[in-house]
């Protein structure tokens, strides 16, 4: 019997996903998940995957607590069986390669429609994985853009989800009670972002951010 965890803080989705694992059936004409379990942030999440281990994994990477990255990581040091499809609104070009090392088995942004979704679990059920992955950006960038994807590459995960939460115009404290970190530990990386980034002020960050379709 096949179960599927949905990890998303977004109601309106969380229903959306359900419904599209409710109606999928296997190669038998069977319902594929007898069981759909619910959670809103990637603590409880972790925990919900420790006690009822489902097969199968929609997680978004943009949750309070813990973000889908740190979620993921997570996962592959507990060497959880739970194949995961990351379900997201964030750029793929950021963040396909990033999800993949972290241990994502697919990747689907929302921007798509839901048959897309669909598509990638049946193949993660069927043992596959299912990845856009982006084509050469270099021929169509020029230098200015080319600089700064080279940038955002270099940041580690935890950098790049506090340089969106910085973008989008969250406080510090706002950033630290989202992420459970202490407002020192996010002022540490805001500095560390402006120097890395080469900007001058949030408001560069957010026009960097802007041109780079971080938010």
Known sequence: MSSALIVDDHPVVMAAVKMVLGA????????????ILESSNGVEALQV???QSPDLVVLDLHMP?????????RLQREQSPARVVVFTSHEPRFYVERC?????FGFVAKTNDLQELRKAIKALMSGNTYFPWPETRSMSLDGL??????????LSDRELTIFQYLARGSSN???AEVMLLSHKTVSTYKTRLIEKLNVQSLV????????????
């Open 24 to 35: 999928l059936r296997d190669s038998s004409d069977r319902v594929m998940f007898q069981s």
């Open 49 to 51: 995957i420790r006690e």
């Open 65 to 73: 607590g813990l973000s889908g990255l740190d979620f993921l990581s």
């Open 100 to 104: 993949v090392r972290a241990g994502a």
């Open 145 to 154: 853009q080319l600089d700064e994807l080279q940038m955002i590459e270099k």
């Open 173 to 175: 404290k706002e950033i």
């Open 204 to 215: 560069h960050l957010r026009d960097f951010a802007k041109r780079n379709d971080l938010i």
